[in-house]
């Protein structure tokens, strides 16, 4: 009996510092820092979807990116089409965005798909100061790019937006995925921003 008390200590204690640990974390997520101090857009970004038979939605992601409150010249959307056998390609571009269709059915998959596209950014004649990364159904926040820009002027070598679900009343399980995001961005993300990690 006495080892299964130990074998239990064993394995409660550990859990029970690894859950302060991120508890205590979690509350400095209760707050927002203001950022106080905007910088004028100077900032290139490539703006990436990849995308796989994604016709149905892929018109609003690009109209969302070509809409931001963000110089035009400064930002290129890109759409990889990746083994898509619909319309995808062509409605991306119909929409204003550099489509490169991508066939390999060895290598399928939207992390094969960005390795394949991000060799080609990093060969091109334009240059640009941060690359950033959608899914097919997202749509972004007009300034979106405003506040990439404040945090890239700013230092950081790496950041993370503010995902959120768009029909969280829908059902049960949308409910939840938002509950998650909200839970992820406000406890995680945000928490450990506030404080540097």
Same mark, same amino acid.
């Given at each position: 009996?006495?080892?299964?008390?130990?074998?239990?200590?064993?394995?409660?204690?550990?859990?029970?510092?690894?859950?302060?640990?991120?508890?205590?974390? +979690?509350?400095? @997520?209760?707050?927002?820092?203001?950022?106080?101090?905007?910088?004028?857009?100077?900032? !290139? *970004?490539?703006?990436?979807?990849?995308?796989? %038979?994604?016709?149905?939605?892929?018109?609003?992601a690009v109209d969302s990116l070509r809409d931001l409150d963000y110089p035009k010249k400064l930002y290129d959307i890109f759409v990889i089409a990746d083994n898509c056998n619909d319309r995808t390609a062509n409605i991306a571009q119909m929409h204003g965005a550099r489509v490169y269709e991508r066939f390999d059915? =060895?290598?399928? $998959?939207? $992390?094969?798909?960005?390795?394949?596209? *991000?060799? !080609?950014?990093?060969?091109?004649?334009? +240059?640009?100061?941060?690359?950033?990364?959608?899914?097919?159904?997202?749509?972004? =926040?007009?300034?979106?790019?405003?506040?990439? %820009?404040?945090?890239?002027?700013? @230092?950081? %070598?790496?950041?993370? @937006?503010?995902?959120?679900?768009?029909?969280?009343?829908? +059902?049960?399980?949308?409910? +939840?995925?938002?509950?998650? *995001?909200?839970?992820?961005? !406000?406890?995680?993300?945000?928490?450990? =921003? %506030?404080? @540097?990690?």
């Open positions: 009996m006495k080892y299964v008390f130990y074998i239990t200590a064993a394995i409660q204690i550990p859990m029970f510092i690894i859950t302060v640990y991120y508890t205590i974390i +979690s509350l400095f @997520g209760i707050y927002k820092k203001k950022e106080t101090e905007q910088f004028t857009p100077c900032k !290139r *970004f490539a703006l990436i979807i990849a995308a796989h %038979n994604e016709e149905m939605v892929i018109a609003n059915k =060895s290598q399928k $998959g939207k $992390g094969y798909a960005l390795e394949w596209m *991000f060799k !080609r950014i990093f060969e091109m004649d334009s +240059s640009y100061d941060a690359i950033a990364v959608f899914d097919a159904d997202n749509l972004v =926040s007009k300034n979106f790019l405003s506040e990439m %820009n404040n945090k890239l002027c700013n @230092g950081y %070598n790496v950041v993370q @937006g503010f995902l959120d679900s768009k029909n969280p009343n829908d +059902s049960w399980i949308t409910a +939840s995925y938002s509950i998650a *995001f909200w839970t992820a961005n !406000r406890m995680g993300q945000l928490a450990k =921003s %506030n404080i @540097g990690l």
